[in-house]
Each structure stands twice: as structure tokens, then as C-alpha cells.
């Protein structure tokens, strides 16, 4: 069965300051892989995904994610943070074919201070 | 456009009651799923519609029934409800996912009492 651990509950960062949120994930194939950010009182926003081919990925809002299949990672980056990036970070791996059933971790959450 | 759409966006239910949450979706997506948010734990998904017609259940499909009505709209019920219930549920719904994954509703934020 497919899984997602995402170690870090909570994280702060300094506005300007550069980000990276840890996404590990459990999956016996080739996985599809996605970051989504959900504002508070919002539902959840695509920010990028990984299906195929170049490892590196870009989405919206500057964000970037690095697929390493050697460490079963997708972990998001982000070179300087603004302070409306402060939300929540749902990691999520999915199958491909059948029912394309998604699989979500737990969640960061980012706190940006001034 | 609206993408998907849930209705109520706020319940409040005392134990024993029932109600069904409404999810229309308008971007002729084939599949639709019903998850639940709760703090520390993530999106766990209830039940799910693969393609109209059909129906499965999810990590933690327990007291809770679904209807996919057609193929825009995925229902939620729950029969009885109980204070283990309360959450922020969220409906989605998916084309094929090579080509992305996951429209969201804004989400039903509903308390049992």
C-alpha cells in the first residue's frame, strides 16, 4: 500500500528566508507525487506534481520539488519565503491506473515570521 | 466554472441525527472522493467513485453511505451521526491522473454535539 510520512509538523522560517519541506513516500512503482497548500479556512490548492521525466519540478508561487527515487523523497523548496506562504503542506503519492486513489500525509505546517 | 462545489459549508448536528453532505462537480471528471481533515492526521479518504455507477470504500468508510448520483454529483451521508465525526470534509474530484489530480471543494466544516 501506498504511503506518505511528512516528519515535520511544524516549521518557522524568517520572511526572505529560503524553505524546504521534507516529503517521504512508500510506493512500489513509479509514483505520481504532488505538493498542495491549503490556506487556513481553504480548501486544498495544487502547487506542483511529478509523474515522469525531469527529476526537478517548478509549480506556482515559486515553489520547486526534487523527486530522488534513490531516498523515496519529494521534498518542496522554495528560495526566499514570503509571508503569504504560511499555510499548511500536504504532500500526496497516487497509483496510476484504476481509481487514481491519492494518498495524503499529515502535513506541514509553516509559520512565517518578519 | 465553478469546479467542485459542496454544500453546506458549516453543520452543526447533535448525536443521533443524520444529514447528507451535496458535491457537484462540474468538469466532467470521471472520478470522485469524499475525505475527511482532521488536526495531526491529514486527508483520510472515506469513500470514492472510480466512474459513475460504482462506489468503494476508502481508509475509514465506517458510518458513513455514499451516492453517486450521476456522474457530477457525489453525496454523503451519515446515518447517525456521532461526536467522532465531527471534521472538515472535503470532496474532490480527478480526470486521469497523468494529466493531475485533485480539484477541491472548499470543504464542510461540520460538528456533532
Known amino acids: 500500500a501506498q504511503s506518505v510520512t511528512q516528519p515535520d509538523i511544524h516549521i518557522t522560517v524568517s520572511e526572505g528566508a529560503s524553505l524546504e519541506l521534507r516529503c517521504n513516500y512508500s510506493?512500489?512503482?513509479?509514483?505520481?507525487l504532488f505538493w498542495y497548500v491549503q490556506s487556513p479556512g481553504q480548501g486544498l490548492q495544487l502547487l506542483l506534481k511529478?509523474?515522469?521525466?525531469?527529476?526537478l519540478v517548478q509549480g506556482i508561487k515559486g515553489f520547486e520539488a526534487e523527486f530522488k527515487r534513490s531516498q523515496s523523497s519529494f521534498n518542496l523548496r522554495k528560495p526566499s519565503v514570503h509571508w503569504s506562504d504560511a499555510a499548511e503542506y500536504f504532500c500526496?503519492?497516487?497509483?496510476?491506473?484504476?481509481?487514481?486513489?491519492?494518498?495524503f500525509g499529515t502535513g506541514t505546517k509553516l509559520q512565517v515570521i518578519p | 466554472n465553478a469546479g467542485v462545489t459542496q454544500t453546506p459549508k458549516f453543520q452543526v448536528l447533535k448525536t443521533g441525527q443524520s444529514m447528507t453532505l451535496q458535491c457537484a462537480q462540474d468538469?466532467?471528471?470521471?472520478?470522485m472522493y469524499w475525505y475527511r481533515q482532521d488536526p495531526g492526521m491529514g486527508l483520510r479518504l472515506i469513500y470514492y467513485?472510480?466512474?459513475?455507477?460504482?462506489?468503494d470504500k476508502g481508509e475509514v468508510p465506517n458510518g458513513y453511505n455514499v451516492s453517486r448520483l450521476n456522474k457530477r454529483e457525489f453525496s454523503l451521508r451519515l446515518e447517525s451521526a456521532a461526536p467522532s465525526q465531527t471534521s472538515v470534509y472535503f470532496c474532490?474530484?480527478?480526470?486521469?491522473?497523468?494529466?493531475?489530480?485533485?480539484?477541491f471543494g472548499a470543504g464542510t466544516r461540520l460538528s456533532v454535539l
Open positions: 468538469m466532467n471528471h470521471n472520478s
Open positions: 510506493y512500489g512503482a513509479t509514483p505520481y
Open positions: 474532490a474530484s480527478s480526470g486521469p491522473i497523468n494529466l493531475g489530480w485533485g480539484d
Open positions: 511529478y509523474f515522469s521525466g525531469d527529476t
Open positions: 500526496a503519492v497516487g497509483a496510476a491506473g484504476g481509481y487514481q486513489k491519492v494518498t
Open positions: 467513485s472510480a466512474s459513475e455507477g460504482t462506489t
